[in-house]
């Protein structure tokens, strides 16, 4: 009974904390406020203000978690309704994103090292800008650490998403192919939620970029650490 209790308190806190956040998103529209960052945020103050153990608040958290895979299944449906957009654009889409997961390895790679990181944390680092559960396998195999990995995908979203829009508008890239390129291979799912704010079109190619760059991120990352650490 105790343990039915805890998981409910704790889906209603993450629920709770979502939707609150998000209203407040929706009337002040910044991208620091952004739900995902904020809900987190304040889930995290939680259990460290009541000393709550991780595993303890996974008891609920858990539920939510598989709750991710139809969500990023259902993907799916934006698209297939934007598939005729994605195939008359599939070099572009996919040239673009092999270079931007490229630069996103190389640049995470190179700036680990300049700062002198442990060698574990540049293989840790290595995968940030691709999906969290395929970035963890990636950082796994090479002799990283996966919470670690983890970790920094978060931060390479929550950045991608604050800074991202500013950055784009600079660029004068408005495209949706150009949007959804950008923050798919920058900022992976959380990038594809927000792509999805400026449009279904932004969001599909979002959704195509972030897979690709699982794929490319997957052979890439191998590749670095054999020619710089074998």
Avoid: C
């Avoid at 209203?23 to 009541?50: D, G, N």
């Avoid at 259902?74 to 599939?90: E, G, T, V």
């Avoid at 700036?111 to 293989?123: D, Q, R």
């Avoid at 983890?150 to 390479?156: D, K, L, N």
Wanted: net charge neutral; glycine share 10%.
């Amino acid at each position: 009974m105790e343990t039915l209790t805890l998981a409910v308190f704790f889906i209603a806190l993450t629920a709770g904390a979502y939707f609150g956040m998000n209203l407040l998103y929706i009337k002040f529209h910044y991208s620091i406020l952004m739900p995902a960052l904020t809900a987190t945020l304040l889930v995290i103050l939680f259990l460290l203000l009541t000393e709550t153990p991780y595993d303890t608040y996974m008891i609920g958290g858990q539920w939510i978690d598989r709750i991710l895979g139809p969500a990023v299944v259902a993907l799916a449906i934006p698209l297939y309704k934007q598939r005729k957009l994605l195939f008359d654009n599939l070099v572009p889409i996919f040239t673009g994103t092999l270079v931007g997961v490229s630069i996103g390895l190389f640049t995470g790679f190179a700036l680990a090292k300049l700062f002198g990181f442990s060698e574990v944390l540049v293989l840790s680092l290595l995968p940030k800008s691709i999906t969290s559960p395929v970035a963890m396998e990636i950082a796994e195999q090479i002799g990283g650490i996966p919470s670690l990995a983890a970790v920094f995908v978060m931060i390479a979203g929550f950045s991608g998403i604050i800074i991202g829009p500013a950055f784009l508008r600079v660029l004068r890239i408005e495209t949706p192919i150009g949007l959804g390129m950008g923050f798919g291979a920058s900022a992976h799912g959380i990038g594809t939620a927000k792509a999805l704010e400026y449009g279904p079109r932004e969001a599909s190619v979002s959704s195509v970029a972030m897979s690709l760059s699982a794929v490319f991120g997957s052979f890439l990352a191998p590749v670095l650490v054999w020619l710089f650490f074998l």
